[in-house]
């Protein structure tokens, strides 16, 4: 029961936090591109990579790495947004989208591991 009551509490500050940072970005450089769920999603990736490499406790790794990071990345709207730029025939930045997403979110989480190792 604490556990999930830490999730929900990680979950209750990701989930805020990726609203106000697609908004942001979506203000500063437009909605041509989702540059704020790849934002979002490769942040919470080299969190989630750093939190997995850490020696935290079962309750830590609860509330940020499921909670916080669960909340803050999000395969869904990716995913829409993807489909949405190749139905829109912007087929290339698509593409360009989900391979960004895929190698960056990786090479993120694989940063966040090597940081935590060298700690």
Known sequence: MITAL????????????????????????????????????????????????LPLSHGLTALIGTGFCGALTTYSTFSWEALTLARRGERAKAFAYVLVSLLAGLGAAALGAILAAAV
């Open 6 to 53: 830490l999730v929900a509490l990680g979950a209750a500050v990701g989930a805020p936090l990726r609203y106000l940072t697609d908004r942001y970005v979506q203000a500063r450089y437009g909605t041509g591109f989702p540059w704020g769920t790849l934002a979002v999603n490769v942040a919470g990736s080299f969190v989630l990579g750093l939190v997995l490499g």
